[in-house]
């Protein structure tokens, strides 16, 4: 079992950058691969960025491609999502997962833990 708590949104204005952070604790928190998906009103959720265990493999939505960065620190047991050249599009509620094992990583199904999110609202 693992707890997610994310940090970090607000309003920002199109163009700018914002920093995610999502605390695990539980047992074992180390040991999960994390990612980050979102949701819009009205909208599915979303995959935005997964990351590997060990960190040294990230893969993202083409949406986020070349604009948002994944990574963790393993000995806090956070990960973060850094989020530049925000675009309206990209307004929704962040939310954190954790799996041990599994497949089909874009797949919000595929995910077991999950934490409360946190709104990040860009204005045009």
């Known amino acids: 079992q693992v707890q997610l708590v994310e940090s970090g949104g607000g309003l920002v204005q199109a163009g700018g950058s914002l920093r995610l952070s999502c605390a695990a604790s539980?047992?074992?928190?180390?040991?999960?691969?994390m990612g980050w998906f979102r949701q819009a009103p009205g909208k599915e959720r979303e995959f935005v960025a997964g990351?590997?265990?060990?960190?040294?493999?990230?893969y993202y939505a083409d949406s986020v491609k070349g604009r948002f960065t994944a990574s963790r620190d393993n000995a806090k047991n956070t990960l973060y999502l850094q989020m530049n050249s925000l675009k309206p599009e990209d307004t929704a509620v962040y939310l954190c997962?954790?799996?041990?094992?599994?497949?089909?990583?874009?797949?919000?199904?595929?995910?077991?833990?999950w934490g409360q999110g946190t709104q990040v609202t860009v204005s045009s």
């Open positions: 990351i590997r265990r060990s960190g040294d493999s990230t």
């Open positions: 997962a954790a799996v041990q094992t599994g497949t089909d990583y874009n797949m919000s199904r595929s995910w077991s833990y």
């Open positions: 539980g047992r074992a928190a180390g040991s999960y691969r």
